[in-house]
């Protein structure tokens, strides 16, 4: 089952192409000429990620440096996955192969955050695995596992941020449910079950925690489970998880701000310190922008061909980090394996983004 989720994203694309290379919608291109100050939306490639490919959520580390793993090969490999670090400027540095992934199954890894001491939360899709990588030492082990729910397809970890308290949420595309991991790691809770989070085949994706607003953001690629009746529209939700913004405790239910266009497939996304969203259209091939109250403000990367003036069009653009003025995107090419697209790409946004929560029990052991 986990291996038809993994991989019926390259049909689905496919319909994505017909469906939307048919309208007469038209995004303008990020600009091809690079200034000194960089208009925005003005992008470039940061580096090129060799076999196995397929980088996913690239992570801008507090140390300056920037982290990445390899996604799911969608017509299959036998390559382990693996994690590199980059400089800011895009040299490669180092890279660790992950260990014990099942190699005759969709195998596929996401740098998601980064403990109070600086080591890597990765995400190992194939087993439901939540591995800590140790940089200094290049140590790995399991902090935790999340596992099968009734009804559901397999648990396919996404996307994590840390809450003020030390627990991990993390996001789960195969089922519909938001898990929480005690400080110190262990074992995974089921933190939130809603059908809203029943994306069929395209489930949840990007998570953030913000906690002035003491709550969760998390972004849905579609409703196929039924949960929303616009079924081929992702959303953005908020789930407070203290108490709300007067005082009182919230009830567990997400309240929608944003619904995408048709078959965007929104994948990660970041805040600006505006307030402005940034989020990967992975259906779409395009970087949307909405305003602090979530209204549309503009695309970049023309509609399906992802065109931007760099080199490198958007071709499954996977997540949105800040580093600076701009955000960095990890092209993904899952439809096409084009290997030439396989990049992390560096584009121009005009203003820095909301820092990375990482409160100083994150990985830390239970007192």
Same mark, same amino acid.
């Given at each position: 089952?986990?291996?038809?989720?993994?991989?019926?994203?390259?049909?689905?694309?496919?319909?994505?192409l017909?469906?939307v290379?048919?309208?007469?919608?038209?995004?303008?291109?990020?600009?091809?000429?690079?200034?000194?100050?960089?208009?925005?939306?003005?992008t470039?490639?940061l580096?090129?990620v060799?076999?196995?490919g397929?980088?996913?959520?690239?992570?801008?580390?507090?140390?300056?440096r920037?982290y990445?793993?390899?996604f799911?090969?969608?017509?299959?490999d036998?390559?382990?996955?693996?994690?590199?670090e980059?400089t800011?400027?895009g040299?490669?540095l180092?890279?660790?192969?992950?260990?014990?992934?099942?190699?005759?199954?969709?195998?596929?890894?996401?740098?998601?955050?980064?403990?109070?001491?600086?080591?890597?939360?990765?995400?190992d899709?194939?087993s439901?695995?939540?591995?800590?990588?140790?940089?200094?030492t290049?140590?790995?082990w399991?902090y935790a596992q999340?596992?099968d729910?009734?009804?559901?397809?397999?648990?396919?970890?996404?996307?994590?941020?840390?809450?003020?308290?030390?627990?991990?949420?993390?996001?789960?595309?195969?089922?519909?449910?938001?898990?929480?991991?005690?400080?110190?790691g262990?074992?995974a809770?089921?933190f939130?079950r809603d059908q809203?989070l029943d994306?069929?085949?395209?489930?949840?994706?990007g998570?953030?925690?913000?906690?002035?607003?003491q709550?969760?953001?998390?972004?849905q690629?579609?409703?196929?489970?039924?949960?929303?009746?616009?079924?081929?529209?992702?959303k953005?939700?908020?789930?407070f998880?203290g108490?709300?913004?007067?005082g009182?405790?919230?009830p567990?239910?997400?309240?929608?701000?944003?619904?995408s266009g048709?078959?965007d497939l929104?994948?990660?996304?970041?805040f +600006?310190?505006?307030?402005?969203?940034?989020?990967a259209?992975?259906?779409?091939?395009?970087?949307?922008?909405?305003d602090?109250h979530?209204r549309?403000?503009?695309?970049?990367?023309?509609?399906?061909? +992802?065109?931007n003036?760099?080199?490198?069009?958007f071709?499954?653009?996977?997540?949105?980090?800040?580093a600076?003025?701009?955000?960095?995107?990890?092209?993904?090419s899952?439809?096409t394996?084009?290997?030439a697209?396989?990049a992390?790409?560096?584009?121009?946004?005009?203003?820095?983004?909301?820092?990375v929560y990482i409160?100083?029990?994150?990985?830390?052991?239970?007192?």
């Open positions: 089952m986990r291996s038809r989720v993994l991989s019926v994203r390259r049909a689905a694309a496919t319909a994505v017909l469906v290379g048919a309208s007469a919608l038209v995004a303008t291109p990020a600009s091809t000429v690079a200034r000194p100050d960089r208009e925005v939306g003005h470039k490639v580096a090129l060799e076999a196995p397929y980088p996913a959520n690239v992570f801008r580390h507090p140390n300056g920037v990445a793993g390899t799911s090969n969608p017509r299959g036998a390559v382990p996955s693996v994690v590199r980059w800011r400027g040299t490669l180092r890279s660790w192969t992950v260990p014990g992934q099942d190699l005759t199954q969709p195998h596929g890894v996401q740098v998601a955050t980064a403990d109070a001491r600086g080591r890597l939360m990765v995400l899709k194939g439901g695995r939540i591995l800590m990588l140790d940089i200094r290049g140590r790995w399991t999340v596992r729910v009734p009804g559901g397809a397999g648990p396919i970890p996404n996307y994590a941020a840390w809450g003020r308290d030390g627990s991990l949420y993390v996001t789960d595309y195969g089922q519909p449910v938001i898990w929480r991991i005690p400080r110190g262990d074992r809770w089921v939130h809203k994306g069929g085949t395209f489930g949840t994706t998570i953030v925690y913000r906690p002035q607003q709550a969760l953001y998390v972004m690629q579609s409703s196929l489970g039924l949960g929303e009746p616009t079924v081929a529209q992702g953005l939700y908020r789930l998880i108490e709300d913004p007067n009182d405790v919230a567990p239910s997400l309240d929608r701000l944003w619904t048709l078959l929104p994948d990660g996304f970041s +600006g310190e505006s307030g402005n969203v940034y989020v259209l992975a259906g779409t091939n395009q970087i949307a922008v909405l602090k979530y549309p403000v503009r695309k970049i990367g023309a509609l399906v061909s +992802g065109d003036g760099s080199p490198v069009p071709d499954t653009p996977s997540n949105v980090t800040f600076g003025e701009s955000v960095l995107v990890a092209n993904q899952y439809l394996g084009t290997e697209h396989h992390i790409l560096d584009v121009h946004v005009g203003e820095s983004g909301v820092p409160p100083e029990s994150a990985g830390r052991p239970r007192r």
